[in-house]
Nanobody
Framework: QVRLVESGGGLVQPGGSLRLSCASSGSAFSTYDMGWYRQAPGKPRELVAVINSGGNTNYADSGKARFTISRDSAKNTLYLQMNNLKPEDTAVYYC?????????????WGQGTQVTVSS
């Protein structure tokens, strides 16, 4: 069982920055593919960025060149550095972890952290 707890959200002005963190409990953090997703009011949840167990990253077009996903296996923590934030980045941001072992899918979500970009 893995528990994911996000932090670091808040209110920021356009052009500002935030760093989200996702602390993971349980073992084998380094074996999970991790990601950040977000959901704005009235919209479906969408991918923001992912980082696999090997450290390879991929970003949605909306965050390329502005967002950086990283992980620290020693601290069992996933990060999302967000720069030059825009009002359209306003959403609840969720941490996600997934791995498949012997054809069994293990998938977990955090409770989310609110990011509001407004002047």
């Amino acid at each position: 069982q893995v528990r994911l707890v996000e932090s670091g959200g808040g209110l920021v002005q356009p052009g500002g920055s935030l760093r989200l963190s996702c602390a993971s409990s349980g073992s084998a953090f380094s074996t999970y593919d991790m990601g950040w997703y977000r959901q704005a009011p009235g919209k479906p949840r969408e991918l923001v960025a992912v980082i696999n167990s090997g450290g390879n990253t991929n970003y949605a077009d909306s965050g390329k060149a502005r967002f950086t996903i990283s992980r620290d296996s020693a601290k069992n923590t996933l990060y999302l550095q967000m720069n030059n934030l825009k009002p359209e980045d306003t959403a609840v941001y969720y941490c996600h972890a997934i791995r498949v072992v012997m054809a069994v899918r293990y998938e977990y979500w955090g409770q989310g952290t609110q990011v509001t970009v407004s002047s």
